[in-house]
């Protein structure tokens, strides 16, 4: 999965701004897309619900692992995984 890092520190984005920001961001990478997963760190949420729970002492998030094995082909991944946002292209992205 390609992933685009971003340094939002200076800007002070929250969760919702954040997920807006990314998926302009994977609009313009990818053209039509869907989000498959994300992970909010500063309240530990994720998305789809409980796909880490399996992966308790894993090296890998579930998010991230939900992700990759559906398809998703872009990662957006704000402050070293504070925000971070899988999303698979519905057509042709290199």
Known sequence: M????????????????????????ADNLTGENML?????RDRDLESPRGVSECHEGCPVKGFWDYGLNHGAELAVNFDDGRFVFCFQPLGEFE
């Open 2 to 25: 390609k992933t685009l890092h971003i340094a939002s520190t200076e800007i002070a984005l929250d969760f919702d701004s954040a997920i807006k920001l990314a998926t302009v961001i």
């Open 36 to 40: 498959l997963s994300w992970y909010d």
